[in-house]
């Protein structure tokens, strides 16, 4: 049985500023937090799960703590709490140098959307997100749980002063509604892919910066794609590898 | 001011069973509503909106009904509710021959991924969205949200008895994890896309039909990709039209 203590303090991590102070995050979920046991760069410092996950599981984090489905309920951060939370140590992160392809966000708010993008990162093997102060912290619940455990496997770093871009040597793709279709590119083995915010788009300063303008052609009237779908097309199409 | 029983009737429609009876629904905030009124198709039955959004727009509905701060967050579905709550009546809907480029939905239940494929459809033109049974609710509130309006403009069909896909002669494609790479496919003019169920992907009862096998080659290590993403990568490889 967990003390009220010990429930405030996993509560607390719902908030950006205790996450801060404590350097710590929850990830909830059998899936998400199964895929993270697997993961070595991910710290773990406690599980607490009801009993039917510790009796499948058990053998995967002997330290588990058994909690009833009401604590379950009380430290969870989700709608429908989903027999497992782990408390884990925020990563370390390093400057990354834009070697192969990276991906920059401006201000991208949604959570859903930025940890979608940071899965879809994963899923075409791109090591290093770069975001704009103004982006959704990346250890909020939502974001954790959209990264469906790849946050453990991207380094996701913050350039807060907004210095990074200008210092890379890289090719900047901008992805804007007026570019170069992106039927036309070339496959690339370097590049940065920078992505807007969801209604406002890249920032002015951003784009006076070197870049080239690309663009999902649209075919019919939708008046814009969600920024994770598009980032997932355009990626598609820089990469275009036929490796399986 | 709203009496009781108006509230309460706005309220019944955040659940299918009073949707279905009564053949509306909501939608809700600045974005969905302007876009909304703008499409002939979209039978508005009553618009229940803040001052400062009535000041605005008070020409695109003149029957708009003003409400209050208190009153606007007793209607709404939305947690940050918006200015602005819309009435519906329902769309009709037409079974689709399967002509040019349509997609197959085998149960997809989130309903901000089935909203979002919604919107990918739009924006590739796509005129037919069909559903199998086990799809979310397209008037769910949070599916309304994430289509953008595009609910508008897109034939969608639920294929409650499974028979839709049988009787097509279009060729199918299966998105699935070790089909062919999209990177070999030829620009299609005609077919359907089917998309899987987030978890459990394809049934096999509708693999059973004849289909092809695609996949967005894998080069990192993200278990799968978001259903919605997925489809969007897919289309673009599919229809790689560079008109803009």
């Not at 719902?14 to 990830?27: P, S």
């Not at 009796?55 to 909690?67: A, C, D, G, S, W």
Request: with cysteine; proline share 3%.
């Amino acid at each position: 049985m967990l003390s009220k203590k010990e429930i405030k303090d996993i509560q607390s991590l719902g908030h950006k500023k205790y996450r801060e102070e404590l350097g710590l995050f929850i990830a909830e979920g059998v899936k998400n937090v199964s895929e993270l046991l697997k993961e070595q760069n991910a710290s773990i410092k406690a599980i607490y799960a009801i009993e039917t996950w510790i009796n499948e599981n058990r053998h995967l984090y002997p330290q588990t703590v058994e909690i009833s489905e009401i604590e379950l309920e009380r430290i969870s951060q989700l709608k429908e709490p989903n027999k497992v939370v782990a408390v884990l140590h925020q990563f370390t992160v390093k400057e990354p140098a834009s070697e192969g392809i990276s991906i920059y966000l401006d201000r991208i708010q949604d959570p859903g959307n930025f940890g979608t993008i940071i899965r879809i990162a994963d899923w075409f093997n791109i090591k290093n997100v770069v975001c704009s102060a103004g982006c959704a912290d990346l250890y909020n619940p939502k974001v954790v749980q959209s990264t469906m455990a790849s946050i453990a496997r991207v380094n996701i770093y913050y350039d807060l002063e907004g210095k990074w871009l200008a210092k890379q040597s890289a090719k900047i793709y901008a992805a804007v509604l007026d570019g170069k279709p992106i039927y036309s590119l070339q496959k690339i083995k370097e590049g940065i892919l920078l992505i807007g915010n969801e209604s406002k788009g890249i920032s002015e300063e951003l784009l006076q910066m070197n870049h080239e303008k690309i663009t999902i052609p649209r075919l019919g009237h939708a008046e814009s794609l969600n920024a994770a779908v598009a980032t997932g097309i355009i990626l598609s199409h820089l990469i275009k590898s036929n490796e399986l």
